[in-house]
Each structure stands twice: as structure tokens, then as C-alpha cells.
């Protein structure tokens, strides 16, 4: 197998790893936003449920999770496809660390700008939708971006179940041949050349936000 | 056949029994990463060739993920006649990966600390050996101690990625169950809910130890 | 050996740049020992550059700067050894916020004087109590006022018992009610007959202690002159006019 070959082997897997971070997002974005501002707008025991949910997507280890809703739910009678299952443990694992994005950014925009927005005569929804969110978002974009990033490098765990994304080829690769060295690097590699330009991306975006004169409504 | 508590009940001991492992692996990890990742940013601060070159590992080392990783070392360091132990590999592992964050951490470490602070050590004609063990590594220290307790939970998150390298660690001895007596729902949700209560725990610790800082002022 | 009578500082045609700003441009001064000099002008106009070029915070490219007897710049030991002969006070006051009052005045003594533990503590409260500041000793930066802070970095700098002060706008970073505590630590200095050179535009502070006022603008020296002339009406256009701007306010 020419080096060629390897990385070809390695491609074929793009699609899934793709497929499963696009799937992953529908858990992580809606996620983020819903329990981020349900977060910010709970208090008492509404607030201390949206918290516990919160923290058992985050702060659980991805990996164990990934297995126990991978074998253990069909237990409770439910069985989903290892594609649901992958994309809504990634997902949700990610929505989790990128709500307490949302959350920090709501608390730290000044109170006068609810304020403003009440002495409009503005429904609280609309003080929500209109003023905080908007410029909240903004803050939090390139943390969003990093959210991204560690989505797409978590669905290598989903070649634990059976799903066949680059690991995956990598994996099966390395059971014809004995190259290491080429399979694994080709992989890191190829992990790299997506994962890098969002980096980049990300750090352009948090200069744009940092500058000095940059608007919320600029970007 | 449904979960069953108490069988859950009865994993708990062989599973906790390997809690040792766990925290060890974490600490000497940690330890690893935070001991590399120091001297990749110091590197990198240096500038030139070397500079650039720690820059690019960082960014790289970022840009991809830890179980690529971990098979990287596990199957690469035979390949060249080093045969090491899979729980040494896996510590290398999570070592190397995590040095990419801890870099991060001791550059915004050192970043935080105001201009003035060198120059007054200088205007009092401190050496700069002195200025750096007496003015900057205490403040950095104070600066990273709360970002090092919260990647110290991420790298126990991290431990049971090396069940997959066949280390003995809490998560390995829970398929062990799984495997003898082929039940995976209780073992999986009871190592599961181990490392969850561990990483809370750990966390409130950690922010403790975060508003204690806070609260000494600027001291 | 330096003479009573040869200046503490000595500044020729003292050139410097950033990249292409030209910050400093022609200097010459001379501050004689036991004198009091201010230094005003407008924001960006050189001050802090040219006494952080005193004690070797900056460098320069072209001229002569003369201190304590040693031209700074061309051997390394003698540069620092001269250095050691300055102390610094910063607008914002740059004490070690991890550090107690006391040890943030026994570093430098213990580290660069090589005094043992006790003798730097001693030194260091007797410059506490000069500064009318002993009871905090024990106390963090943090847990102090501005003028309080202030107070005990002028202490840090007097315990290396340096020939010559340099201070770059020490009240300007203050609250008006913390700027007297603070002018009356410098004035009792001068009384003592410290060598000052002082950034400021506390002009009450400048007609009571300095013997001269130079007044910088856009790099250069515009005009020098004994504190008495300088505030009546013969000074140079543009420092009357600065003058007026900010006795104003
Ligand atoms: N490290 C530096 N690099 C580049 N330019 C600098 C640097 N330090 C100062 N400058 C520039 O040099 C000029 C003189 O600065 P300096 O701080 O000496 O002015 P100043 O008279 O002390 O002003 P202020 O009253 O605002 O403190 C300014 O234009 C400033 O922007
Ligand atoms: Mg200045």
C-alpha cells in the first residue's frame, strides 16, 4: 500500500465524521441556547434542575457516556441507531460546555442594556431576543467556534461503536498493514487540515470582536 | 431483561477498587502535561525558530484528537523497538495532549501580569533571575492555579480513554464485568456515575479555591 | 570617586526613537545633587521616556546620559551599578500585589543589598514610618488606599537608599482627597534634600519644592526655567499656554 493509498483509505471515512458533526450540531447548538438562557433566566429550584442537566452532559466523561447510552439504553427498552446515539452524546457533551458560553455572555452585558430595553416599554422576550441575545451571541461566537473544533475531534470516539469515520479506516488499514507510523500521521493529519483553518477562523473572529471600534452588528 | 440495582449495587466495589489507578493516571498526567506545556511556552515566548516551531505543536497538537493520540504512541513507540507499558503510553498520551492546553494556560498565566511588575523589579534593580522567581512565577502561580484545578478535571475525564489501550482503570474493570457476564448497562452507568460524582467534586473544590483567590484581593 | 559638586545627572544631546517616532529629541539636562526638578507637558510629549531613560528603563540611541559619575549604555555592570543608585516611583504604583507592605520593601534589600532578613526589616520600617505608613506592614497592597499604595512604593524605592528619586506622575492615577498624602511624603523628601526628578502637574508641588521647572513638548526641552520665572509671565508662548490649560482645572 503506497502512502497514497493510505490516505485514500483514511478519506473515505471524511464523510461520516462529517455526517456525525453535522448530526452532533442539532443536538449542540438548540442545547447551548435553550439551557444557556434557561440558565440565565431560572432561579431557585427551576434554575437548580436546568444546572443538574446541564452538568451531566458537561462534566460527565464523553467517553463513558458514549457507552453506557450505547448499550445500556436498549436495556431500558429504547434502542437507537449508533448514529443517533454518537451525534446526541457528542452533541450534547458539546451544547454542554458551549451553554455556559451563552450563559457568561448574557451576564455580562451591562444591566442597563435590559434596562433600556424595559424603560422601552419592551416585553421581557423581546428585551431577550432583541437586545441581550443578539449582542450576547456575538461575544460568544468564537467560543462557539472552539465548541465546533472539540465536536469534530470527539467523533473519533464514535469508531467505538461501530461507525466507520476516518479512525475507523485507520484502524481497519492498520490490519493489512504494517505501517504505523504512515496511518497514524496520515490520521492526525488529516484531523489537522480541518480542525486548523476553524482554529484560525476562530481566532480571526476574536480579534474582529477585540478591536477597538468593532460593532456587535459588524459581524 | 432490565437494569437491575442491585447487580449495579455489586459492581460498585470492583469498579471503585480501581479509583487509585484513575487518580494516579490523572495526577502523573497532569503533571506531564503541565511540566511539557510549561516548556513549550517558554519556547515559544523565546521566538526564532524555536518560537514558531512550539507555536506550531501547540496549534497542532490542538487540532487533533486525544484517542488518535493515544493509538499514535500505542502503536507507533513498537514500530520502533520501544515497548513501553499501556498505561505509560497512555500517561505519555495524555500528557502530550494536554501540554496543548496547559501552554495556553500559563501564557494567559503570565500575560495577566501587568507591565509594571517586571519594570518596578527592574527600577529596584532585581536580577532577572530574581524578578522571575520572585515577581513573576508567585503571580503566575496565583494566575493558573484555578485553569490548572479545572484541566485537572478534563485529564480525569480523560483517563478512561486508556480502557481502549487495555489499562486497568475504572472504566476497563467495568467491561471486565460487562464481559464475564455479558450485563454492560449496570457496570458502564455505575463507572459512569463514579467519574461524574468525581469530576463535581473535584470541580466545587476547584472553585473554592478559585474564590479564595478572588477574595484575597489582590493578594 | 564623584565630587559634592559633579551633577548627578548629566544628559547631552540625547536623541531616541520608537521605529520611526522620533520621542526624544536634542535633551540636555543637568540635575545637579540636592536638586528638585519638574518635569511637564503635554500627554505624549517624552516625559516618562526620559526619566525611564535615567535609570535604564529605556535605552537611547544618541547623546550622552551621564549618571552618578558612569555613562549609561556601554558597560553592562557599571550601567546596573549606576542604576542601582536610582529609585523609581510609578504612576500606578507597580507594588507586588502577592507580596506583604514589608516584604515588597525587604525584597530589593535582601536580594540586591544582600541584607539578611532582619536588618531589611528594620530599613524597611523606618521608610515605612517616614511614610507615616508603619501599621500596614503586615497588610497586602490589595487591602490598601491608592495614596496608601503610593506611599509605600515611595518607601520601597528609599530603602536601596538611593542618590536621586525619579517620579513619573505619582498622583495622577489618585482620587483628589489621596493626591495631599501623597504630595507631603514628596515634600518632606525634598526638605531632607533628596535629588528629585519629578514628572508632574501638580503645580502647587512645583512652586513649593522644585528649583526648576522643564517644560517638554513633542520630544524636545522647550523651555527650562527656576521655578519663581517659570510661573510669572516671561516663560516661553507655549508653556504659558500649557500653563494655563491646566491651572485651570
Ligand atoms: N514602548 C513604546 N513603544 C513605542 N512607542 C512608545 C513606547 N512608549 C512610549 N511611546 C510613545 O512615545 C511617545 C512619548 O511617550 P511618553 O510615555 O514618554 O509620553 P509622556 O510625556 O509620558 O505622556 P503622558 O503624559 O501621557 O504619560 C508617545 O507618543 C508614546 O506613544
Ligand atoms: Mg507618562
Known amino acids: 500500500m503506497s502512502l497514497f493509498d493510505i490516505w485514500l483509505g483514511i478519506l473515505k471515512g471524511v464523510g461520516t465524521t462529517a455526517a456525525v458533526t453535522a448530526y452532533g450540531l442539532l443536538f449542540a447548538v438548540p442545547f447551548a441556547l435553550g439551557f444557556g438562557v434557561a440558565q440565565y433566566l431560572t432561579v431557585g429550584v427551576a434554575r437548580l434542575l436546568v444546572t443538574a442537566v446541564i452538568e451531566f452532559w458537561r462534566s460527565s466523561a464523553v467517553i463513558i457516556l458514549l457507552f453506557v447510552f450505547y448499550y445500556a439504553l436498549p436495556v431500558f427498552g429504547i434502542s437507537l441507531s449508533a448514529w443517533t446515539v454518537s451525534a446526541m452524546v457528542l452533541g450534547l457533551n458539546a451544547g454542554g460546555y458551549a451553554s455556559q458560553a451563552v450563559r457568561a455572555g448574557l451576564q455580562a452585558l451591562p444591566s442597563g442594556q435590559k434596562e433600556a430595553g424595559a424603560a422601552l416599554g419592551l416585553s421581557r422576550p423581546a428585551i431577550l431576543f432583541l437586545i441581550e441575545l443578539p449582542q450576547a451571541l456575538v461575544a460568544m461566537s468564537p467560543t462557539f467556534v472552539n465548541t465546533v473544533i472539540q465536536l469534530v475531534k470527539a467523533t473519533a470516539l464514535v469508531s467505538l461503536v461501530t461507525l466507520s469515520d476516518m479512525t475507523f479506516r485507520a484502524k481497519e488499514i492498520a490490519q493489512v498493514e504494517y505501517n504505523p507510523v504512515a496511518i497514524y500521521t496520515a490520521l492526525l493529519l488529516a484531523f489537522f487540515v480541518v480542525c486548523y483553518p476553524i482554529a484560525l477562523a476562530g481566532r480571526w473572529l476574536e480579534a474582529r470582536i477585540a478591536a477597538p471600534g468593532s460593532r456587535a452588528g459588524g459581524i | ?219 | 570617586m564623584l565630587a559634592q559638586s559633579d551633577p548627578i545627572v548629566g544628559i547631552q544631546g540625547l536623541n531616541k526613537w520608537f521605529g520611526a517616532l522620533h520621542v526624544l529629541n536634542d535633551i540636555d539636562l543637568t540635575v545637579a545633587s540636592g536638586a528638585r526638578v519638574v518635569v511637564c507637558g503635554p500627554s505624549g510629549s517624552g516625559k516618562s521616556t526620559l526619566i525611564r531613560c535615567i535609570n535604564g528603563l529605556e535605552s537611547y540611541q544618541e547623546g550622552v546620559l551621564r549618571l552618578a559619575g558612569t555613562t549609561l549604555g556601554h558597560k553592562a555592570r557599571e550601567t546596573a551599578a549606576a542604576c542601582r543608585q536610582t529609585g523609581m516611583v510609578f504612576q500606578s504604583f507597580n507594588l507586588f500585589p502577592h507580596l506583604t507592605v514589608l516584604g515588597n520593601c525587604t525584597l530589593a534589600l535582601r536580594r540586591v543589598a544582600g541584607k539578611t532578613r532582619s536588618e531589611a526589616e528594620d530599613i524597611a520600617m523606618a521608610h515605612l514610618e517616614k511614610v507615616r505608613i508603619p501599621e500596614k506592614a503586615r497588610s497586602y497592597p490589595g487591602q490598601l488606599s491608592g495614596g496608601q499604595q503610593q506611599r509605600v512604593a515611595i518607601a520601597r524605592a528609599l530603602c536601596l537608599n538611593p542618590r536621586i528619586m525619579l517620579f513619573d506622575e505619582p498622583t495622577s492615577a489618585l482620587d483628589p482627597e489621596m493626591i495631599k498624602e501623597v504630595l507631603d511624603v514628596m515634600v518632606a523628601l525634598a526638605r531632607d534634600g533628596m535629588t528629585m526628578v519629578c514628572v508632574t502637574h501638580e503645580m502647587g508641588f512645583a512652586r513649593e519644592v522644585a528649583d526648576e521647572v522643564v517644560f517638554m513638548d513633542g520630544g524636545s526641552i522647550l523651555d527650562r526655567a527656576p521655578a519663581r520665572d517659570f510661573f510669572s509671565a516671561s516663560g516661553h508662548p507655549r508653556s504659558r499656554l500649557f500653563l494655563e490649560t491646566i491651572l485651570r482645572h
Open chain 2, 1 to 219: 431483561m432490565g437494569f437491575d440495582p442491585a447487580f449495579a449495587l455489586s459492581c460498585v466495589p470492583t469498579i471503585l477498587s480501581a479509583i487509585g489507578t484513575t487518580l494516579l493516571v490523572a495526577a502523573v498526567s497532569c503533571f506531564g502535561a503541565a511540566t511539557i506545556g510549561f516548556l513549550f511556552e517558554m519556547a515559544r515566548r523565546i521566538g526564532g525558530i524555536a518560537g514558531m516551531a512550539s507555536g506550531f505543536a501547540i496549534d497542532f497538537i490542538r487540532s487533533t484528537p486525544v484517542l488518535i493520540w493515544l493509538y499514535f504512541l500505542y502503536f507507533v513507540l513498537p514500530f520502533y523497538g520501544i515497548r513501553l507499558g499501556s498505561m505509560t503510553v497512555g500517561i505519555m498520551g495524555l500528557s502530550l495532549y494536554y501540554s496543548g492546553y496547559l501552554a495556553e494556560v500559563f501564557k494567559a498565566g503570565i500575560d495577566a501580569i501587568p507591565k509594571g511588575q517586571p519594570e518596578a523589579a527592574r527600577a529596584l534593580s532585581l536580577s532577572r533571575r530574581d524578578t522571575v522567581i520572585y515577581v513573576i512565577a508567585p503571580q503566575m502561580m496565583r494566575n493558573i492555579a484555578a485553569p490548572l484545578g479545572n484541566y485537572f478535571v478534563s485529564i480525569l475525564k480523560a483517563t478512561p480513554y486508556l480502557a481502549v489501550l487495555a489499562v486497568p482503570d475504572m472504566l476497563g474493570r467495568a467491561f471486565d464485568i460487562a464481559s464475564e457476564t455479558y450485563r454492560y448497562a449496570e457496570p458502564l452507568v455505575v463507572a459512569g456515575l463514579i467519574f461524574l460524582a468525581l469530576a463535581l467534586l473535584i470541580s466545587y473544590g476547584v472553585k473554592r479555591l478559585e474564590r479564595r483567590l478572588l477574595a484575597g484581593g489582590t493578594r
